[in-house]
Each structure stands twice: as C-alpha cells, then as structure tokens.
Nanobody, 123 residues
C-alpha cells in the first residue's frame, strides 16, 4: 500500500482544512488508517484513526470535537476534516496504514507511511 497525504496549508486560528490520504493498491480497504502529526522538536503523536470499514473511529483528546476522520473505500481515500484550528495544531501531518486495528493509534505499530503534508495555523 502506498499512501500520499495532501490538503495542508496555512490557515488562521479558528479556520478549517481538510486533509486527504490517497492510497494505491487493491487491498487498501482492508487496512485501518491513522493520522499522526509531528511538530518541530516534538515526537510524532497520534491524531485520529478509523477502522477498515469506517464504523470505528478514535481521536486524541486534543482534537476530539474539532477533527473528524472518514474514509471512502471506493475512492481509496481517507479524510481528516479539521475545524476550529489552533496554533498548537501546527505540524506535519502523516497518514499511515496498519494491518490491525489494535495498533492503529501507535506510530510504532503502523506498517505503511505516506509523505506528510504541512499544516500551519497562525494566531
């Protein structure tokens, strides 16, 4: 599975962005997908994840209520809708695939990674 994140950019605090994670490969729909982010000088952290069928979602406490993860398996794409953005959300955002839902919130448990997309939120 090959993944590519896109949709990042510069936005003012309180604004919104929608990130996309496009995947290649016929087996994409069988993988749980997670979004992670890494800010300068900080470790990569979990943001949100979704099960392969899309019925189960997980969120970091810091984004709960502001971010929404979804997927369209017909289009091999996972989305991260980010609303009410804060300067603390500034980071490079990555999508990743796991072979099991059990490790989808752990960056060390992910099997495939895409290149990241930069999100910058100005105050």
């Amino acid at each position: 599975v090959q993944l590519q994140a896109s949709g990042g950019g510069l936005v003012q605090a309180g604004g919104s962005l929608r990130l996309s994670c496009a995947a290649s490969g016929r087996t994409f729909r069988s993988y749980p997908i997670g979004w992670f982010r890494q800010a300068p000088g900080k470790e990569r952290e979990f943001v949100a994840a979704i099960s392969w069928i899309g019925k189960t979602t997980y969120y970091a406490d810091s984004v709960k209520g502001r971010f929404t993860i979804s997927r369209d398996n017909a289009k091999n794409t996972v989305f991260l809708q980010m609303n009410s953005l804060e300067p603390e959300d500034t980071a490079v955002y990555y999508c990743a695939a796991s072979t099991t839902i059990a490790t989808v919130r752990d960056s060390y448990g992910m099997d495939y990674w895409g290149k990241g997309t930069q999100v910058t939120v100005s105050s």
